[in-house]
């Protein structure tokens, strides 16, 4: 197959939509990452999406929707997403929620859990595309499962040309980290930090979020040890590079590419992933990393270098 590549105006928003229709595949902009994106309602369109990342099928999908009143066709509304919702969305944060018995959705989105994650995107290109195609986009980040997420058009024409029809080239993503996924099912629980401070979470609910900790039984199910992994080691905390090290730097370092050299988390986690495309290219043996601070923003993006560094299977 061949990948297009559309251009964010009306006749590539109107392509999408139509290929999205058709069941076909479109990778599209958000304010986090690119989605690879297939329409939630249809069953082949959703299979297409764990086939074409090579994604586990027990990892259920985000749906993403233009506002909060769809978001309310498919999942149970409470007062507390309510309160979340009208602070943060749109923006870098999913819920998960009870699922609607009547949502309409492919059971293959939620992997067959009784909960939905879903968002309402930032981003103008996505929106865009949703208001075109006029219905749920299911979407995980569109890069090959277990690979370094992408933030640029570029980088997902790397991991999956020839396997999707369409690329929405709407720019570099400017928050650059995944949505924070917040459970609502019960108590309120910090499922995956990211692109929204968990701090920002808490203050909105009035209260700290419970920690998910691996084998909860609210569990976000995608949550795998090793994750975002570059062709190169990783080293965490480092100092200075060794012999066939190459420096990824926060701060005022020497390094081959620098997060922040102002130290700015937010500059960082919109660099993290597209620097580490960029160092991996380079094919060092390992990647060093600056040691970065654990709080707002850097929770998120030790999450993700954590899980980059971890053992592969
Ligand atoms: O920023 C984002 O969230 C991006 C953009 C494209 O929206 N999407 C994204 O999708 O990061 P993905 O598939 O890479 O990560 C989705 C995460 C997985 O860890 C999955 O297990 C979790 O969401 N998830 C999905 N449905 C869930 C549910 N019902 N309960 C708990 N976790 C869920
Ligand atoms: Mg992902």
Redesign the pocket.
Known sequence: METQILDPNAEGYARAASLLTKGQLVAFP?E?????GGDACNDIAVARIFEAKD?PRF????V?VDSVEAAKSYVQWTDEADRIASAFWPG?L?L?LP?RPDNGLSPL???N?P???I?V?QNPVAIALLQAFGGPIA?????PSGKI?PTTADHVRAGLSGRIAGILDGGACN?G???T?L?L?DTPML??P??LPAEAAEAALGAPLAQYHAGDP??????LASHYAPGAKMRLNARNPKTGELLLGFGAVEATLNLSPSGDLTEAAANLFGHLHAMDALGPDTIAVSEIPDRGLGRAINDRLRRAAAPRP
């Open positions: 958000t986090t990452v690119y989605g690879l994604r990892n259920p999908l985000i993403h870098p999913t998960v699922l989105v939620t992997a859990l909960s939905l994650a968002r995107p979407a995980p980040s569109a890069n997420s928050v980290l995944e949505s996924i459970g099912v499922l995956r990211g692109g609210m569990t976000a199910p995608g949550q």
